[in-house]
């Protein structure tokens, strides 16, 4: 049952990633960024099964590394200031999100 709820989730998150990316561009993965920095704060206490399917799985294939590697790509090709910007707030904001879900969490 595990496995099969963890390949839902995986999927749950990866369309929903595909499909915020393709419509919001560096927006989308910087919002999706910072809430699954955000929702894995709030897992950070718990264990078992529930922190593998929704942690792992879910926010794990919703969140992304490449695109922001991809979004600071492109943005340093207009500006390098601006793909510095982008890659410094991401990184703070992310640390600020799960800091908080840290703290308001399970």
Do not use: P
């Amino acid at each position: 049952m595990t496995i099969l709820l963890f390949v839902l989730a995986a999927s749950f998150g990866a369309i929903i990633r595909w499909k915020m990316t393709n419509y919001w561009g560096w927006v989308g993965t910087w919002a999706l960024n910072m809430a699954g920095a955000l929702g894995l704060g709030f897992l950070a206490g718990l264990g078992g099964t529930l922190l593998t399917v929704v942690g792992t799985a879910g926010i794990g294939a919703l969140t992304t590394v490449s695109g922001v590697a991809r979004e600071v790509s492109t943005l340093a090709s207009v500006s390098q200031l601006r793909a510095a910007t982008y890659l410094f707030a991401t990184l703070l904001t992310g640390v600020c999100a799960a800091w908080i879900g840290v703290h308001w969490g399970m």
